[in-house]
């Protein structure tokens, strides 16, 4: 009786999603020991007899920062107030997709060893270097935060938005994430690749100008670019103190949708065949 009540609740689209979420989440949350052990060796690793240690993460962000300052306040000087505000909020966002990402594509084949030796969900892997970075990154957005004033930011309303604006980027950069670490796999060459490719990508990302001074064609082209989206939602929240336009949430979610739908289709199919790959 109580079997066939569960079995008729379940037959609703919804109620079955809701089930087959909660029990997904829980078969990942009981590997959450394993996630912090992976996080924490990552950690040891890159900065083990490091002076500094983590605080090495912040060299390459504050390096961009002050080239991109130099160049824009002395040689191509911009006339957005507050330069360095507006500067520090795309670097750091952009910073936290491009150590992401890039780091991904390594992610599957350097635990080759730990995934042909115990089963477990292999989409913590790819998970657990996005949290690694996250980790580093908050670090980077906790000194903004403290710095924010001193930059010529001002603690607006608008700052209550701005934590559902960043969960869904991570969402998206999760998405490339799953994706791009699966293909590694496979395809050896494609860090090298998205290395370049995230080189190019950070100038034609609005990360140190504002999109609506350039020439319209050059506009509409980097319009194109997913992380425009996320860039003008970050600087309408953080420099402009407005809500974001609709347009740019809507195309935001809809990448994010995206890159979540593919990623995941993608790591799920090719997962099953991930021991023999490696």
């Known amino acids: 009786m109580e079997t066939d009540a569960v ?13 087959r979420l909660h029990s997904r989440l829980a078969k990942y949350w009981q590997y959450r020991d394993m996630v912090r052990n992976l996080i924490s060796q990552n950690l040891k690793v890159r900065y083990q007899g490091a002076v500094l240690g983590f605080l090495w993460s912040l060299a390459n962000p504050l390096a961009l920062i002050l080239l991109y300052d130099f160049v824009f306040t002395h040689v191509f000087r911009s006339d957005l107030p507050n330069y360095i505000l507006y500067l520090v909020i795309g670097v750091l966002h952009y910073n936290l997709f491009s150590q992401t990402v890039s780091q991904s594509c390594d992610s599957l084949t350097g635990a080759a060893g730990l995934i042909q030796k115990i089963y477990f969900p292999r989409i913590l892997v790819p998970t657990a270097t996005l949290l690694f970075n996250l980790v580093l990154w908050i670090v980077a ?8 004033p001193l930059l010529g930011g001002v603690y607006h309303w ?3 938005l701005y934590p559902f604006a960043l969960c869904l980027y991570l969402i998206f950069i999760w998405g490339i994430v799953l994706c791009f670490s699966i293909l590694q796999v496979e395809y050896r060459d494609l860090k090298h690749l998205v290395d370049i490719a995230l080189m190019f990508g950070f100038w034609f990302t609005p990360i140190g100008y504002d999109i609506n001074m350039l020439h319209p064609g050059t506009r509409e082209l980097i319009s194109l670019n ?4 996320f860039m003008d939602i970050f600087h309408d929240l953080l ?10 949430i809507l195309a935001a979610s809809a990448w994010t949708l995206a890159a979540v739908f593919v990623g995941a289709y993608m790591f799920h199919r090719k997962a099953r065949h991930l021991v023999e790959d490696l």
């Open 239 to 248: 420099y402009y103190y407005r809500i974001p336009g609709l347009q740019h």
């Open 226 to 229: 997913p992380l425009t989206q």
């Open 158 to 160: 608008t700052l209550i």
């Open 7 to 19: 079995n008729r609740g379940l037959r609703h689209p919804s109620r079955v999603f809701r089930f």
């Open 141 to 148: 957005i906790l000194l903004l935060v403290m710095l924010y």
